[in-house]
């Protein structure tokens, strides 16, 4: 469903964000959706948030891709629970920028998710997660 919402009231441009889907497969544990293998330009797969903070800190290239994503994030007023470094991959490469895609966590938790009728809502929500993984990598750095 949230992917669906995603389509319909978002469209392409979420596709910067998030993975795409490629279809629903079955699995021993019913339906399941097989989504895109974010890789980096060498063909690795793209690290956790959380794995390239231990490694290498807020470098210079991930605030700058925090930056892009963050405001690309609130401007689509993407639906999300709360945005945690293990759930977003960091795609490194030498020909462009590194891109941030989270790949867990989409969906409003709220009970009545009003951000997926009204989008200044959503926006503001969208900034309220930002500001929280924000200062996840903020205390990473001090760390």
Known sequence: RVYRHIERRIGPAAYQLVPRIDQLVSTNLGPGLRCELIRDDDGGISVT?????????????LRAALSTFSRQWRALGMPSRRLL??????????????????????????LVPLGYWFAP???????????????????????
Do not use: C, M
Request: net charge positive.
């Open 121 to 143: 809502w959503a926006r503001f929500r969208a900034g309220r997660k930002l500001r929280y993984l924000a200062d996840l990598v903020a205390d990473g750095e001090r760390k």
């Open 49 to 61: 948030l959380q794995a390239y903070l231990a490694r290498h800190g807020a470098d210079g290239q």
């Open 85 to 110: 470094p293990a759930n977003i991959v960091v795609q490194q490469g030498t020909r462009k920028p590194a891109r941030l895609v989270v790949v867990d966590s989409l969906g409003w938790a709220d």
